[in-house]
């Protein structure tokens, strides 16, 4: 099992321009989540997946959009980048009924708008 | 959700045991005490989580007091490879769930 992947690892926008972020997991995982981390700070939750065809605002949700493609895939797509959004954007995966909250995350994309 | 406090960094010598303690003085009942850990550029990686008893895997030990007003994480022979930053969470266990990461203790341990 690859666990959680995410593409592409690095990315330089300039400021106005769109890209998708990738994530797959295979690990059957109901739920699927998207995180920044900004330098020296905790994780942010950006927007989340409770199940396939249902996606919910996290804390800071503007400026991005997700699409939960089908059960292994979540995109993050910004549609017009800000220097705001220079990040280190992970992606996680959850199994439901889980008597816990073990998260696994992916090796995030660390992403620069100039 | 119940806030933490943790300390912002903590040294360790490697082979002695690393505490890492955590404040959570508003937990409520069925609030579950999770820790995770991020090394350098890596994605957060789940290490224990408990309720009300202490537990032990094969990563770590999680005490919590009587009154689950706090814990500590205990890494019983800390090696160069636990250098890492250190996040208690406070989470109901049931349900969909957002991990809510506050800074985290950044646990240094030297030769």
């Known amino acids: 099992n690859a666990g959680v992947t995410q593409t592409p690892k690095f990315q330089v926008l300039k400021t106005g321009q769109s890209m998708t972020l990738q994530c797959a997991q295979d690990?059957?995982?109901?739920?699927m989540y998207w995180y920044r981390q900004d330098p020296g700070m905790g994780l942010r939750l950006i927007y989340y997946s409770a199940s396939e065809g249902t996606t919910d605002k996290g804390e800071v949700p503007n400026g991005y959009n997700v699409s939960r493609l089908n059960k292994r895939e979540f995109s993050l797509r910004l549609e017009s980048a800000a220097p705001s959004q220079t990040s280190v954007y992970f992606c996680?995966?959850?199994?439901?009924?889980?008597?816990?909250?073990?998260?696994?995350f992916g090796p995030g994309t660390r992403l620069t708008v100039l | 959700d119940a806030k933490t406090t943790q300390p912002p960094s903590m040294d360790c010598a490697e082979g002695r045991a690393a505490n890492l303690p955590c404040n959570h003085s508003t937990i409520s009942g069925n609030e579950y005490v999770y820790w995770y850990r991020q090394i350098h550029s890596q994605g957060p990686q789940y290490i224990i989580h408990?309720?009300?008893n202490n537990e032990t895997n094969e990563m770590a030990s999680l005490i919590i007091t009587e009154d689950r007003k706090s814990s500590t994480l205990i890494l019983p022979h800390a090696t160069l490879r636990d250098t890492a930053v250190y996040y208690c969470i406070v989470r109901v266990a049931l349900g969909f769930q957002k991990l809510v990461f506050g800074t985290g203790t950044r646990l240094l341990v030297s030769p």
């Open positions: 996680a995966s959850r199994a439901s009924g889980s008597s816990y909250n073990e998260q696994f």
């Open positions: 408990g309720l009300k």
């Open positions: 690990m059957n995982h109901n739920s």
